[in-house]
């Protein structure tokens, strides 16, 4: 659930800031909302090397599926 909050949140980011911005704040955001969630961390050390916040999506989406299995 936690997953799905974070992504209806990025997307919204994504639609009311430049992309800049909202890289910046999915970034920050992203840390916080993936801790505890089993293989956050991995997506916690891309995240910051990343410049695409379509690409950070993605990366939540595919750990979201890597969680319901």
């Known amino acids: ?5 974070t992504l209806r949140f990025f997307h919204i980011l994504l ?5 800049r911005e909202a890289l910046h704040k ?5 840390a916080w909302f993936t ?12 995240l910051h090397a990343c410049d695409d916040p ?3 999506i993605a990366a939540l989406e595919a750990l979201k599926e890597q969680n319901a299995a």
């Open 15 to 19: 639609e009311l800031l430049e992309p």
């Open 35 to 46: 801790k505890g969630i089993p293989g956050g961390n991995g997506f916690r050390q891309n």
């Open 1 to 5: 659930m936690r997953i799905d909050a």
């Open 54 to 56: 379509l690409v950070l």
């Open 26 to 30: 999915i970034k920050k955001i992203g």
